[in-house]
Each structure stands twice: as C-alpha cells, then as structure tokens.
Nanobody, 130 residues
C-alpha cells in the first residue's frame, strides 16, 4: 500500500542543521510532485518546499529560502525526498510532513495548499531551541 515515512527530526540548537528524509513507496511516486509542509502547535499547516517530478524545479516559502534545500532520488521502487535545513531558527519548530501530489505543472501555486496533496506521511518533529 502507499506509504510515506519521514525520519530525521529531532532537537537542535538555533543555527544548527537537520536533514529530513521521506521514503515514498507503494505507488509510482516518480510521477508525483513532492512537498514538505509543517504545522506548529496551535497553527495551521503551512507549505515549506516543493519539488517537481524530475527534481528540476523547486519552490520554497519565503522564510526558508537560502536556508532549506529540497531534493529527491527517484529510485525504481522507492522515491526518497530530502529536506536539508540549515541555520535553523526557533520559529522553524513544528511537525514536518512529507506529501505527494499527482501534478505535472506548478501553475497557480497549488503547491502552497495542503488540500492539493493526495498522500501524507505521519510527520516528524523538529524542535529548535534558542
């Protein structure tokens, strides 16, 4: 069955780095755009980064540009998506979710909307201490 499994979260001091991973299996995820979204306590889920099917196009929310990098590895049976997070700030503290959307283009900034993603992982917690 379809599975998206995140890993790599944890506790880090401000200025530190973490690398999140998401293993997607059970579907042809090489045909899916992938995204990372996050949800802080008491707040709505928000877009962080998205990557096209081939990995050639990426988008970021403004507050993480220059600090976060999304990438993907389209292996035969499992697609792995990464989020390298550098220069972390306390405001980056949240549960981070990997998600998949069967979209081939990035028009209309659909990738910013959680409802556009068909499959989700269970989330991994990131806590940045000041």
């Amino acid at each position: 069955q379809v599975q998206l499994v995140e890993s790599g979260g944890g506790l880090v001091q401000a200025g530190g780095s973490l690398r999140l991973s998401c293993a997607a299996s059970g579907g042809t995820f090489s045909n899916y755009a992938m995204g990372w979204l996050r949800q802080a306590p008491g707040k709505a889920r928000e877009f962080v980064a998205a990557i096209s099917r081939s990995g050639g196009v990426t988008y970021y929310r403004e507050s993480v540009k220059g600090r976060f990098t999304i990438s993907r590895d389209n292996a035969k049976n499992t697609v792995t998506v990464y989020l390298q997070m550098n220069s972390l700030k306390p405001e980056d503290t949240a549960d981070y979710y990997c998600a998949a959307a069967q979209r081939s283009t990035f028009s209309s900034r659909w990738y910013e909307k959680p409802i556009e993603y068909a499959y989700w992982g269970q989330g991994t917690q990131v806590t940045v201490s000041s």
